[in-house]
């Protein structure tokens, strides 16, 4: 469904060509099911990817040879102009954060991908609870500190544990849920004193702690307009039961069948259109993906925090029930679009499962080898989506904490979830950590 904000002053862009040539930035899942979608496009000239050591993109994509560092966006500025990229995919939030789309955008080379400015609606969440609580976007309470002596004394005169986040970013990892006041303590001084997030624990946001169902909603936004779409609930925690540390998200499945149309007409009124205006009235440009993680409490949804990109393994879910041309829907995103494209989607569920190294989401293992991709990608409906992979002398071997996302399609999720299950099964690496409960701990198998 789409939707106008408040309108902007800005013109649309170009209409999408017949052939675009496309830089993918990022290595990860996201970006390898972005890759996948991208490479049936009938749009698509030429791909290349920044991650080609990514075997995923390897196999769909040509390798872009310019650094993507910050301190180095010159040269891929000329990189671009040299291969006549026509629109820009960046994935991951680090990027986008840095400023890369400022620096890429041109008027003839669009970019998928927030401006450094509307990152911050992730990078800076001090920021963004800030915004929300200028635009009455429903939220949990909450206070923000940079000095480690009153973030104490604030969580001892609490009665109930708060959550506790880094400000920064902190790869999917910078928030902390306390059952003690001495764990309470304990994690402002990892993330303040300790800098386990590095500059990211500068400032902290110490939030009371909601309660109910969670559920990921992602909408495109090209400035005017916003399109929402399928939601898709993440499980963040490592174990079964919702258990163990937070991770970046060990598995997800879309749809969410007890989300009905009226909570999600609600969601989009009182939270996405809301946050959209709040970020013109900052006359911030926002185009690209605005992601918000949220709480359905007794009192209605809240935010627990916005991302301004893709969620991962959540991209991987939508991107696999997706039927439209999604280098279409990127581009319409980009060039302030919007009202001019319908999305249609796989009725059936999806379900992704992320098979993590022995360690994460603390320390872990690289260069385990990893065995069976070949039998269990021969499972029908069955995607695996690389994340942490490299090729090393014909072998592929883990080289990240969260290795694979075993993606399934099947008419109910809890056939989706056994086929993936199924799938996994026929993978093998020393010491892999994984979930067989993914949208069963919920209670929402259907």
């Known amino acids: 469904m789409s939707q106008s904000a408040t309108p902007r002053r800005g013109r ?26 991208i490479a049936q496009s009938p749009h698509l000239a030429s791909l290349y990817v920044t991650h080609h050591e990514n075997p995923g993109l390897a196999a769909l994509g040509q390798p872009c040879t310019a650094p993507t560092e910050a301190r180095e966006q010159w040269r891929l500025v000329k990189w ?13 939030e680090g990027p986008l954060a840095e400023g890369l789309a400022d620096a890429l955008a041109t008027e003839r080379r669009l970019v998928f991908g927030v401006n450094k400015s509307a990152a911050q609606i992730e990078s800076n969440k001090a920021w963004a609870k800030q915004l929300m609580r200028s635009s ?20 001892q005169s609490r009665e109930e544990m708060p959550v506790i ?19 309470a303590i304990e994690a402002l001084g990892q993330i303040m004193k300790q800098r386990v997030f590095g500059t990211a624990g500068e400032t902290v946001v110490i939030e009371e702690r909601l309660s109910g169902p969670e559920v990921s909603i992602f909408a495109l936004v090209d400035g005017r307009n916003i399109y929402v779409l399928e939601p898709c609930q993440d499980h963040k925690r490592l174990l079964e039961r919702d258990e163990g540390p937070n991770t970046g998200g060990m598995g997800a499945y879309s749809p969410v069948s007890w989300l009905d149309d009226q909570m999600l007409a609600r969601i989009e ?53 997706l039927q439209s041309d999604v280098l279409a829907a990127l581009w319409a995103t980009a060039a302030g679009r919007l009202d001019e494209i319908e999305l249609v989607w796989d009725e059936r569920a999806s379900c992704i499962i992320v098979m993590a190294a022995p360690g994460y989401p603390g320390s872990y293992k690289k260069g385990l080898p990893i065995s069976g991709l070949d039998d269990a990608s021969r499972i029908e409906n069955v995607q695996i989506f690389h ?3 490299r090729r090393t002398d014909g072998e592929i071997i883990t080289t990240g904490g969260r290795v694979l996302g075993v993606t399934a399609l099947a008419p109910t999720l809890s056939e989706a979830r056994e086929r993936a299950l199924q799938a996994c099964d026929l993978i093998s690496f020393e010491g892999a950590q994984l979930r067989r409960d993914i949208g069963a701990a919920s209670g929402a198998l259907r």
């Open 12 to 37: 649309k862009g170009p209409a999408i060509p017949d052939k675009i040539n496309v830089l993918l930035v990022g290595g990860g899942g996201r970006e390898h099911a972005l890759a996948w979608r």
């Open 80 to 92: 671009c102009n040299q291969h006549k990229i026509d629109l820009v995919v960046v994935g991951p």
């Open 136 to 155: 009455s976007v429903p939220t949990g309470e909450a206070r923000i500190f940079s000095n480690y002596e009153q973030a104490v004394q604030y969580v």
């Open 165 to 183: 986040k880094a400000s920064g970013l902190a790869a999917g990892k910078g928030v902390i849920l306390p059952d003690t006041l001495d764990e």
């Open 269 to 321: 009124n009182e939270i996405l259109v809301p946050t959209v205006d709040a970020l013109v009235r900052e006359e911030i440009e926002y185009r690209g993906v605005l992601y918000a993680g949220l709480m359905l409490t007794a009192a209605g949804p809240k935010v627990i925090e916005f991302n301004c990109r893709f969620g991962d393994p959540e991209c991987q879910v939508l991107m696999s029930r």
């Open 387 to 389: 994340a942490g992979t």
